[in-house]
């Protein structure tokens, strides 16, 4: 029982020990309403990642697990559908990404437009496709493209054009990905970007006018200074998501034909639930994760404000 100290004609002071405990209580709660989420996120992540890169470190011989050590990551060197996959890969990343971003930047500009009236319809219009399940839209364009009777080649067909191999030839294998993720991400990106491009302010157009700079002058020195952060933004998760690229490639080619599509992300769920080599395909997701990073590195260095 808790005493305090009183004297005549004073107030009652409490002892030290009871005004700590409340002032410890009161420090306590932020962590214990944080404490589930650190547990849910330790139970499923960290020790997920953790426990990945234990498999890393083990191959799999007549059932049992043997230590290797680093050999399955000495193995990609070596590995050529590692650097077919990574091949691939980048050229999504080297080509596909900076014409989305260049159609959002141009998308998001017109919907800031006051020109534009229904801009709120444009802007649910190019944002749904971003809605559509991953696996939906991937069946729905290779129904789109099949050589025999897509809806495309049907439409090519009635002006006198031959029924292109969307999905069966390397090359427009790789077009057919590319202009499905275009439509799958473009409008998301400009949503985004117009999000930053509505906090620039209108005094730098004026003053861009008085001087005399048209609209690609104004577009040049004002609008892209100002989508600076949205850029670096939109650049560095279409770079984690090209480099995370699994679900379009595998519904639409599975990987072909003849491993023209075959990213990363293939080839991992090829490893791991195809050919059941479970150290191996966690060694290829660490190095992933250490590109990823890397890249995320250089983009912030070269395309992050300058101090």
């Known amino acids: 029982m808790t005493a305090t100290l009183t004297r005549p004609g004073a107030r009652a002071v ?25 547990l849910l996120f330790a139970a499923f992540k960290l020790y997920p990642i953790g426990r990945s890169f234990v498999i890393s470190l083990h191959k799999s011989v007549g059932g049992t697990e043997r230590f290797v050590g680093a050999d399955n990551y000495t193995r990609l060197l070596d590995d050529p559908l590692f650097w077919t996959a990574l091949k691939n890969t980048a050229v999504i990343l080297a ?13 998001a500009v017109a919907l800031d437009s006051t020109a534009l009236r229904g801009r709120a319809v444009f802007r649910l ?13 991937g069946i729905v364009f290779s129904v789109l493209l099949n050589k025999d009777y897509g809806l495309v080649n049907w439409l090519t067909g009635l002006v006198g054009l031959d029924p292109v191999p969307w999905l069966t030839d390397p090359l427009w294998a790789k ?19 117009l999000a930053r491009l509505q906090t620039v302010p ?12 048209g609209t690609w002058h104004s577009f040049r020195h004002v609008t ?9 933004l939109t650049t560095v998760l279409s770079t984690i998501g090209t480099l995370q690229l699994f ?11 003849d491993n023209a599509t075959l990213t990363i992300g293939v080839y991992v769920y090829q490893n791991a639930f195809k050919y059941f080599d479970f150290g191996y395909a966690s060694a290829i997701a660490y190095a992933l994760a250490v590109l990823i990073g890397l890249l995320g590195v250089i983009q912030f260095r070269f395309l992050g404000e300058k101090s």
Do not use: C, K
Request: aromatic share 10%.
């Open 14 to 38: 409490p002892a030290p020990g009871a005004v700590r405990r409340p002032r410890a209580r009161r420090r306590a709660a932020p962590y214990l309403f944080v404490l589930p989420a650190l």
């Open 95 to 107: 080509v596909q990404v900076p014409v989305m971003l260049a159609l959002a930047t141009g998308l």
């Open 125 to 137: 219009g190019f944002f749904l496709p971003m809605i559509t399940g991953l696996v939906a839209y």
């Open 175 to 193: 077009i057919s990905l590319g202009l499905a993720l275009t439509w799958h991400y473009t409008g998301y990106n400009a949503v985004i970007l």
């Open 202 to 213: 209108a005094e730098l157009y004026d003053a861009a006018a008085v001087d005399g700079a």
């Open 224 to 232: 892209l200074p100002g989508l600076r952060p949205a850029l670096l």
């Open 247 to 257: 679900d379009e490639p595998y519904v639409l080619t599975g990987g072909g034909p």
